[in-house]
């Protein structure tokens, strides 16, 4: 069958063909009337805009980038934050009516694509997730003036609106979690110091024991499993003696987990762990591991409107999200 056109529409509801362009593109020029004329016009044809020319009209594609800084093998593993920060955005941005386009920039060759394709007027506007310090696709976008919010405090001093949780503060409760139950060498698992996480859960680790006369015991990994295993080694091999682990991220501490279970330590009574997020896994941990919750679908969502916001002019002021500390049986 042929397809309906504007022009069938418009001899359908008696009207011209520029009112209903103005109608199935969104304008408010035309009275309630011919508005509800127009739409029954085009449910009874079965009319579909077409996008391309729609776009030429509005200047929007009603498409909107998610771009990871991370490599497929990083985005597509056992970290659920990933798939939860998609997941959520994708609902939100589909209850806007809007597309999501998912770009993946873990090479310098991925960075250029990337920026070729935001520049080439593709999209409306851009999400930055899981940024690195290096990352030059900030600066390259805020150039490019899109609507652009990010999934985090950038590393970059960019003047990009983004939304956080209190990492600093979470952190902060793990420690003094800890110091409430007694323990004196309490050590912690950072998370990679080129990424503003990172670096704020240990900044509020080390506020914490600061304000205790407590010295730091400080391992580095990279927010994977096998790299808080490989940490919480090193930690036993510089300090048997530590009583207690704050580790960055609960991927990690998984990792951990396993180390000071093979390591024939007893936790919470060797060694006490508290991690941080709070993903569906801490609660079949062995033991349940104690956390701070850090609202991922929370913080994907208020991404989202932040940005929304952005298209009609609304404020640029960060947002930061309250964090919650979850006690389970690891400490």
Not at 101 to 130: F, K, N, P, T, W
Not at 137 to 157: E, K, N, T
Request: glycine share 8%; charged share 25%.
């Amino acid at each position: 069958m042929k397809r309906p056109t504007l022009e069938a529409v418009a001899a359908r509801a008696g009207v011209s063909r520029a009112t209903v362009s103005r109608v199935v593109n969104g304008q408010m020029t035309v009275t309630p009337q011919i508005r509800d004329a127009v739409m029954r016009a085009v449910d009874e044809l079965g009319y579909v805009p077409n996008s391309a020319a729609r776009s030429l009209v509005t200047q929007r594609t009603d498409s909107i980038a998610l771009v990871v800084s991370e490599p497929p093998t990083r985005v597509f593993s056992e970290d659920p934050m990933f798939s939860t920060v998609i997941r959520s955005a994708s609902l939100e941005l589909e209850a806007a009516d809007k597309q999501v386009v998912l770009m993946l920039g873990g090479s310098a060759q991925s960075h250029a694509r990337i920026e070729r394709y935001i520049a080439s007027g593709h999209v409306d506007g851009v999400m930055l997730i899981s940024m690195h310090g290096a990352d030059p696709l900030p600066s390259a976008v805020a150039r490019m003036g899109v609507p652009v919010v990010s999934y985090g405090r950038p590393a970059v001093p960019v003047p990009l609106p983004y939304v956080d949780n209190d990492n600093v503060g979470g952190a902060e409760k793990a420690v003094r979690h800890l110091l409430d139950g007694g323990r004196r060498r309490i050590a912690t698992i950072a998370g990679p110091q080129d990424m503003i996480g990172g670096q704020d859960r240990l900044k509020g680790y080390r506020d914490a024991l600061r304000e205790s006369d407590r010295r730091s015991i400080v391992a580095v990994g990279d927010f994977t499993r096998e790299s808080g295993a490989v940490a919480m080694r090193h930690l036993l091999q510089d300090d048997p003696d530590l009583d207690a682990v704050f580790v960055a991220n609960d991927l990690m501490a998984v990792g951990a987990l396993q180390t000071l279970r093979q390591a024939g330590r007893r936790v919470p009574d060797d060694v006490a762990v508290v991690g941080f997020d709070d993903i569906e896994a801490a609660r079949y941990t062995e033991p349940p591991l104690t956390t701070i919750r850090h609202p991922i679908v929370e913080q994907a969502a208020a991404m989202v409107r932040l940005l929304l916001d952005l298209f009609n002019g609304g404020p640029a002021d960060p947002v930061i999200l309250p964090t919650e500390l979850v006690v389970r049986d690891s400490a």
